[in-house]
């Protein structure tokens, strides 16, 4: 295991080398894309010099309308349905990880509305993931016996605060990187109590001031609070914040993941301890996620930044443009040094003053300047077309720009579709990068951790598998099943009426496809259908629109697969007749094993009586038609017979060897003088009448038929 002095010096060597490249490389990127968030021209922008100090310098909002709308998309795509989260067993025929997803997704639902702020929390890292490019989270349980919390926890990091190897590889910095280093604000009376409980390492206070930082650009600028650099913290109470480093590092002796805090770099304030100690599932317990994909970078670039050019032409053009309208409608004057002139009454140019001169034709002269022109409004609305086609907006602009379109519903339509895929990518990759990773170390925590009794109790009553097994009590076995994720949000969930369209052709396609059955007469599977025509509407799982075909009685599936047998290896051989009466009756039968489980002892005994009465009469077609014998079996257990409880065995029913393959016997002949023997029918050769040796239920067969 790692000792102290080399965990403090690895600690010390990794926030040093990763803290030098984010402020070299990252910090400056971030902060202009922060403040053109807040609508803020950049420090070294001409509009912060001396000559503009009097021009119009207005910040246009277009980067913060962008941004909202991004919002409203996710919110409307999260948020619009009851359950957007979809859990599944990895196995579906594991019974234990049935009941696992059912109750798991209940867990998630209550957590999610009511214990973690998750609304705040998704609109919130899609925001970070717009402005910053990427987003980082953690994700643990937070366990206080005296206040009484027992829940989890997700918590959004600032960028300037999260620290890993640049050298990590892009599609997952976070477990790729050799170490991972959460810089955490605490109060001192917070650092002090953990002391107390023995959980960190006793420091004084005068220790505890070198970690109090005293300032940090990017936070003061996110904060829209920036201070003065040289104020600094001269002193300890108990509500000044300190910085704690969370560090998780790779241990070269065992190739394990190890955990320890640190008070900045300085000071250790717990010994290196296993991984799992701290985390059972034993994972980093960060995501990090994007909205846009850029290979091979680790803070790949946001909306944000990908129009900061277009945005700084838009505000150029707008300003121009409002100072030749301040001009035009204020005129310039040209007056004359040293002459008797009203200089303040001139430039406040209040209508009905008096300004006094001694020659106003030669004293001051008014400069006429034109009027703003039309195409400064055409380039406007270029560049508004550029930003929106960049950022994948929407907005009133593109819209009076679009004029050719007739502003049509068709018109608009057309306009809005390129807009919709772009915003429609860009969530599919916040989903996929962060939100997922997320909802699964969510996942991984409840099946840990959860131990509250009465939420565990109130999941387990609306799981529709924990009712159907009948169990009693969720049990940490329920919990910790082999479980897949799913955020079932589409490619069209930026656009209410596509989406609507789109849901309604899958669930039109499945039931044409599905309604004569001819598809699972081939052995088409259903479900896999079902997940196919959603999957291609961009839902990964459709399979959670229609829960009767996942809840499906597995005996209940079987008889139907034996029908579809049935119909394939006798429809050739057999008469149609016989063999719609043979499909019937086993479609009949797997309809009263379904409905079977809520009847009494009484329903049960009566119910296998009349199923015996239904195999002896199959019996006797198998005698008829030995060709069929092999599915005797089957039938009775198709027949849904149960043996008589309590006690008994099973039915002695009158059984001849022969009459399992053998010929039928011939009629008995009538040895009576009294009577003369019964004539054949010279067409048919077999006696007719009363008397005829036939059994129940078979026709004769009709010769030339």
Request: with cysteine; hydrophobic share 35%.
């Amino acid at each position: 295991m790692m000792d102290d002095k080399t965990a403090l010096q690895l600690a010390r060597d990794a926030e040093k080398g990763s803290t030098m490249f984010f402020d070299a490389n990252i910090r400056p990127q971030l902060e202009r894309d922060i403040r053109q968030f807040h609508s803020k021209h950049n420090p070294d922008s001409k509009y912060s010099s001396d000559a503009y100090k009097s021009r119009a310098k207005f910040y246009r909002p277009k980067t913060r309308s962008m941004v909202r709308a991004g919002e409203a998309t996710a919110a409307e795509a999260f948020f619009s349905t009851a359950d957007v989260v979809a859990v599944s067993p990895e196995n579906e025929r594991d019974d234990i990880q049935l009941v696992s997803s059912e109750v798991m997704l209940e867990l998630l639902n209550y957590r999610l509305k009511k214990t973690i702020p998750w609304f705040q929390i998704v609109i919130g890292g899609y925001q970070d993931a717009m402005v910053q490019g990427s987003v980082v989270s953690h994700q643990g349980w937070e366990y206080d016996e005296v206040s009484g919390i027992d829940c989890p926890k997700i918590t959004l990091i600032p960028l300037e605060n999260f620290r890993f190897d640049p050298a990590a590889e892009w599609t997952d910095p976070v477990n790729t990187s050799p170490y991972n280093i959460w810089l955490m604000p605490m109060y001192v009376k917070d650092v002090k109590k953990r002391m107390k409980q023995g959980k960190w390492l006793e420091l004084s206070d005068s220790q505890m001031l070198s970690a109090a930082r005293k300032y940090d650009s990017t936070r003061m600028l996110r904060e829209d609070n920036r201070t003065n650099s040289a104020d600094t913290v001269t002193s300890i109470t108990a509500f000044t914040i300190v910085w704690v480093h969370q560090n998780i590092m790779v241990d070269d002796d065992t190739g394990q993941d190890v955990m320890f805090y640190t008070l900045g770099s300085e000071f250790l304030l717990s010994r290196p301890v296993p991984l799992t100690e701290q985390y059972a599932h034993g994972k980093r317990p960060f995501v990090v996620g994007k909205s846009v994909i850029e290979t091979h970078k680790n803070w790949s670039s946001g909306p944000v930044r990908l129009s900061r050019e277009t945005v700084s032409e838009i505000n150029e053009i707008a300003n121009n443009r409002v100072d030749n309208v301040k001009i035009a409608m204020n005129k310039r004057y040209f007056a004359a040094r040293n002459k008797q002139v009203d200089i303040r009454s001139l430039t406040r140019n209040v209508p009905g003053s008096v300004t006094l001169m001694d020659n106003p034709e030669l004293d001051v002269k008014v400069i006429n300047t034109p009027d703003v022109t039309s195409s400064a409004y055409q380039e406007q609305d270029r560049l508004n077309m550029d930003f929106d086609e960049v950022t994948g907006s929407m907005s009133q602009s593109s819209v009076q720009a679009n004029r050719q379109l007739n502003e049509t519903v068709g018109g608009m339509e057309m306009a809005d579709a390129g807009a919709s895929k772009i915003q429609a990518y860009q969530l599919r990759t916040f989903i996929e990068t962060w939100v997922e990773p997320v909802l699964a170390q969510l996942i991984l925590l409840e099946q840990h951790y959860e131990t509250d009794e009465v939420i565990l109790a109130l999941a387990g009553s609306k799981s529709k598998a924990f009712q159907k097994f009948g169990i009693e009590k969720v049990t940490d076995d329920l919990l910790e099943g082999n479980l897949t994720l799913v955020v079932s949000v589409g490619m069209s969930a930026t656009s209410p009426a596509q989406k609507i369209n789109n849901l309604m052709t899958g669930v039109r396609g499945v039931k044409e496809s599905l309604a004569d059955g001819t598809l699972e007469k081939y052995g088409v599977d259903p479900i896999e259908l079902i997940k196919e025509v959603f999957g291609a509407l961009g839902h990964k799982d459709g399979g959670r629109f229609l829960k009767n075909l996942q809840d499906q009685d597995p005996q209940v599936k079987m008889l139907q697969d034996q029908v579809v047998q049935l119909q394939q290896a006798l429809d050739a051989k057999h008469p149609p007749e016989l063999l719609a009466a043979m499909v019937k009756e086993l479609e009949a039968k797997a309809v009263l094993i379904k409905k079977q489980g809520d009847k009494s002892d009484v329903d049960k005994m009566a119910t296998g009586v009349t199923s015996s009465y239904s195999a002896m009469q199959a019996a006797q077609v198998i005698a008829s038609m030995p060709q069929v014998a092999p599915i005797a079996d089957k039938i009775m257990q198709a027949s849904g017979y149960q043996a008589p409880k309590p006690g008994g065995d099973d039915p002695d029913y009158p059984m001849d060897e022969q009459m399992a393959g053998g010929p039928m016997p011939d009629a008995p002949a009538n040895t009576s003088p009294m009577f003369p023997a019964q004539p054949q029918s010279p067409e048919t050769g077999v006696n007719d009448g009363i008397e005829t040796q036939r059994i129940d239920g078979i026709q004769p067969e009709v010769v030339g038929a």
